[in-house]
């Protein structure tokens, strides 16, 4: 709860750290894209909402929107780089535990299937889908994607993804009715973000099971990018 009110009042909330921190608050905004992109395990970090609230409050000349926008840009990209290469030196060894919280063979066999559908573009397009926006340059790794191949998918979709929603925060950022209603403006960028999730989840549920996943099948997918 708290760290929804957090992303909800960003706006009220950046202030203070700006006042505290002063320049250190642009770091701040790095590591948490960095971070969300970047590990696995914290793909509960805003993403999105991040983004287009950092956006508006530029709009605001609370921020530099240009040093954000840079800053967020190699952030994504950056993030995306060390996920893969993680999933690259830990290999299969990951999905060894079939019990894992994390590392689920579910996961490993939902995004072979997106992989199997979109080829290297997944890359790009799961920048707009939170979780498996930080799940798949791991899995990237870890089928062994060849890395020219990755980080070319890696910068459009970290252009694509940062562009649209910090300048979308940006150019609506001074409207007075998202001004006042700040909040109902994040919660509208979060259930945008869901939406794709939700999709994802019913076709899921209309499709039969998918066939059981290994790394021989990933590596195998992934091996016709290159």
């Known amino acids: ?26 770091f701040l905004l790095f590591f948490v894209i960095f971070a969300e992109t970047g590990f696995v395990v ?9 983004l287009f609230a950092v956006g ?29 290469s993680i999933g690259k030196r830990l290999g299969p060894r990951v999905f060894s535990k079939p019990n894992s919280r994390i590392f ?4 490993l066999a939902k995004t072979e299937a997106f992989y199997e559908k979109y080829g290297g573009k997944t890359i790009i397009l799961a920048r707009f889908i939170p979780i498996i926006r930080t799940f798949a340059p791991f899995v990237a790794g870890v089928g062994q994607m060849h890395y020219r191949t990755f980080l070319y998918y ?5 252009f694509l993804w940062v562009t ?12 007075k009715i998202i001004k006042d209603n700040f909040e109902l403006a994040v919660v509208g960028v979060i259930i945008f973000s869901v939406i794709p999730i939700a999709f994802e989840y019913i076709m899921h549920k209309k499709r039969a ?14 091996e016709k990018e290159n």
């Open 1 to 26: 709860m708290i760290f929804l009110e957090f992303i909800l009042h960003f706006d009220k909330h950046i202030t203070n750290i700006i006042n505290n921190y002063g320049m250190l608050t642009y």
């Open 42 to 50: 914290a793909p509960f970090l805003p993403g999105d909402s991040l």
């Open 56 to 84: 508006t409050l530029a709009a605001r000349n609370i921020l530099n929107i240009w040093s954000v926008y840079f800053l967020f840009l190699g952030a994504a990209i950056l993030g995306d780089t060390v996920n893969y």
């Open 104 to 107: 689920k063979k579910s996961h």
């Open 154 to 158: 890696n910068v459009i979709g970290a």
């Open 164 to 175: 649209m929603f910090t300048w979308l925060g940006y150019l609506f950022g001074g409207i």
């Open 209 to 222: 099971k998918l066939k059981k996943a290994n790394y021989k099948n990933l590596k195998k997918t992934i």
